[in-house]
T-cell receptor, first 113, second 111 residues
Framework: EAGVAQSPRYKIIEKRQSVAFWCNPI?????LYWYQQILGQGPKLLIQ????????DSQLPKDRFSAERLKGVDSTLKIQPAKLEDSAVYLC???????????FGPGTRLTVT | QKEVEQNSGPLSVPEGAIASLNCTYS??????FFWYRQYSGKSPELIMS????GDKEDGRFTAQLNKASQYVSLLIRDSQPSDSATYLC???????????FGTGTRLLVSP
């Protein structure tokens, strides 16, 4: 069974530029999550989708971050404009249902200069 | 009070010893608990889940849960240098079904 796919793996941008990350969950997984992990910290949930609907986006900085999951499969997370403090690893995870085990993709390491 | 607390470590153990990793949580209604292993530069990998009080064993790993004390632990028997990683405790928040992570405990297993 293929795991969670993410791209790109690495991205370097200047502050105020925009960036987008893509995620393809494990086949059949209805729930998709985007996390931000800053060095030395645990992952922090940004947004959670159940199929193509948003379940929780309470920690998503909506003035600069946006995410969508059209057709209930792939998802895109966008940052516009980026700030220095957005430098982190962005992890996508998926699970069969909301309360089931979550499996993570390889992540995208973002550096904002 | 943090929602999920872990000692950041590092926890150093010799090869072959038992490593004991601990985690406390604040949401008394939490029902689902997970341990993830994260190697440096890699993403978290699920190694154990536990939902009921008591012990759950899987190979060299044993997860222990005590809901009354709001405490969950992970034991690694016969520790190997390849077990050296950061271990993240995660608790499913009852209100919004959100997984909350601790900051992780770094484990170092010396040959």
């Amino acid at each position: 069974e293929a795991g969670v796919a993410q791209s790109p793996r690495y991205k370097i941008i200047e502050k105020r530029q925009s960036v987008a990350f893509w995620c393809n969950p494990i086949s059949g997984h209805a729930t998709l999550y985007w996390y931000q992990q800053i060095l030395g910290q645990g992952p922090k949930l940004l947004i959670q989708f159940q199929n193509n609907g948003v379940v929780d986006d309470s920690q998503l900085p909506k003035d600069r971050f946006s995410a969508e999951r059209l057709k209930g499969v792939d998802s895109t997370l966008k940052i516009q404009p980026a700030k220095l403090e957005d430098s982190a690893v962005y992890l996508c995870a998926s699970s069969l249902r909301t309360t089931y085990e979550q499996y993570f993709g390889p992540g995208t390491r973002l550096t904002v200069t | 009070q943090k929602e999920v607390e872990q000692n950041s470590g590092p926890l150093s153990v010799p090869e072959g010893a038992i490593a004991s990793l601990n985690c406390t949580y604040s949401d008394r209604g939490s029902q689902s608990f997970f341990w993830y292993r994260q190697y440096s530069g890699k993403s978290p990998e699920l190694i154990m889940s536990i939902y009921s009080n008591g012990d759950k064993e899987d190979g060299r790993f044993t997860a222990q849960l005590n809901k009354a004390s709001q405490y969950v632990s992970l034991l690694i028997r016969d520790s190997q240098p390849s077990d050296s990683a950061t271990y993240l405790c995660a608790v499913l928040n009852t209100g919004f079904q959100k997984l909350v992570f601790g900051t992780g405990t770094r484990l170092l297993v010396s040959p």
